[in-house]
């Protein structure tokens, strides 16, 4: 079957780390993938698209890489600081045009 | 910025109560979205709408129903609400990416979203 699928536990991670979230698929041949944020309470906000002919994304300290060999993406956020804590929620956007969702990882970032 | 709000930040709702929960954005987007967000899940898409008076079904439509007479308005409605259907729902919007073509791929934009208890 069709699925993406993120870490469900929490990853906690000292200030100042780097933090890496992980995104598999399984079945899926997505024309791009998202990275969004999601802080309790609120609706996601968008943050990085990588495309599928793309390696590699960066922005500010957030860094996203797109691998469709193993079929995965990671997000990175370097110099981690507290107010990073939050959900991040990948998507993927298959060439159908149907945007799916994993269910996000928790990020806890120690001062 | 875009900005997406939603009617309610929290409803409480009686199970067979009809609820309706509205969605306005003030960026002239084509597509807008229902989502539902329950824990461990992802967002699951209920609906979405390409245009005024368009609609098409997403993964979870069933006990809900949608309305689109304006660009800017997509409301979501639960003809008889159950407690299975107690939630939080996000309304999103974004630009297509090719004219008619469907839903977009580019960015959504989200609004705060509405937690609904259905007692």
């Known amino acids: 079957s069709q699925k993406i699928e993120q870490n469900s536990e929490a990853l906690n991670i000292q200030e100042g780390k780097t933090a890496t979230l992980t995104c598999n698929y399984t079945?899926?041949?997505?024309?791009?993938l998202q990275w969004y944020r999601q802080d309790p309470g609120r609706g996601p906000v968008f943050l990085l698209l990588?495309?599928?002919n793309e390696k590699e994304k960066r922005k500010e300290r957030l860094k996203v890489t797109f691998d469709t060999t193993l079929k995965q993406s990671l997000f990175h956020i370097t110099a981690s600081q507290p107010a990073d804590s939050a959900t991040y929620l990948c998507?993927?956007?298959?060439?159908?045009?149907?945007?799916?969702w994993g269910a996000g990882t928790k990020l806890i970032i120690k001062p | 910025d875009v900005k997406v709000t939603q009617s309610s930040r929290y409803l409480v709702k009686r199970t067979g109560e009809k609820v309706f929960l509205e969605c306005v954005q003030d960026?002239?987007?084509?597509?807008m979205f229902w989502y539902r967000q329950d824990p461990g899940l992802g967002l699951r898409l209920i609906y979405f709408?390409?245009?005024?008076?368009?609609?098409e079904k997403g993964d979870i439509p069933e006990g809900y129903s949608v309305s689109r007479e304006k660009k800017e308005r997509f409301s979501l409605i639960l003809e008889s609400a159950s407690t299975n259907q107690t939630s939080m729902y996000l309304c999103?919007?974004?630009?297509?990416?090719?004219?008619?073509?469907?839903?977009?791929?580019?960015?959504?934009?989200f609004g705060p979203g509405t937690r609904l208890l259905v007692l």
């Open positions: 999103a919007s974004s630009l297509p990416t090719a004219p008619k073509a469907g839903p977009l791929q580019e960015t959504q934009y």
């Open positions: 960026m002239d987007h084509e597509n």
């Open positions: 709408s390409y245009d005024v008076k368009m609609k």
């Open positions: 079945n899926y041949s997505p024309a791009y």
């Open positions: 990588i495309r599928e």
């Open positions: 998507a993927l956007v298959e060439s159908n045009y149907q945007l799916i």
